[in-house]
C-alpha cells in the first residue's frame, strides 16, 4: 500500500498526486468497494474541482449529478448509498481533493 501524504483528516496534500489507487485505500479504510457508480462521481468531482477550484458540498455535489445525470442518480439516497455517512467529504477525499469547506 502506497503512502499518500494527507492532513488529520486524511485528505491528500497535493490533489495533483492523485491516482486511482488512493481512492482504493481511502474506500478500504471506510469498508467499500469501489464500483463503477463510485468511480463515475469520484471522476465528476475531480472535473468539478479542475473546472472550478472548489470541492462541492453535498447538496451542491447532488445538483451536479442530477446535471450530469439526471433525477435517478441526482439525489441524496443514491449518493448516500454510495458514499456512506456525509457523502460530500467521503466522496472528496477519494478523489484527492480539499474537504468542502461547508462540512465539518
Not at 495533483?16 to 471506510?30: D, G, L, S, T
Not at 445525470?69 to 454510495?82: D, E, R
Request: charged content about 15%; proline content about 6%.
Amino acid at each position: 500500500m502506497q503512502n499518500y501524504i494527507t492532513d488529520a483528516d486524511g485528505y491528500l496534500m497535493d490533489s495533483n498526486i492523485w491516482q486511482p489507487a488512493f481512492a482504493q485505500q481511502v474506500a478500504e479504510q471506510h469498508q467499500i468497494q469501489l464500483t463503477d457508480a463510485h468511480w463515475e462521481i469520484i471522476y465528476l468531482l475531480r472535473q468539478y474541482y479542475a473546472d472550478y477550484a472548489l470541492s462541492p458540498n453535498t447538496r451542491l455535489l447532488i445538483k451536479t449529478i442530477q446535471h450530469q445525470w439526471g433525477a435517478s442518480k441526482g439525489n441524496s439516497l443514491y449518493v448516500m448509498h454510495l458514499f456512506t455517512g456525509k457523502p460530500a467529504p467521503l466522496a472528496t477525499k477519494m478523489a484527492g481533493l480539499p474537504k468542502p469547506k461547508q462540512c465539518f
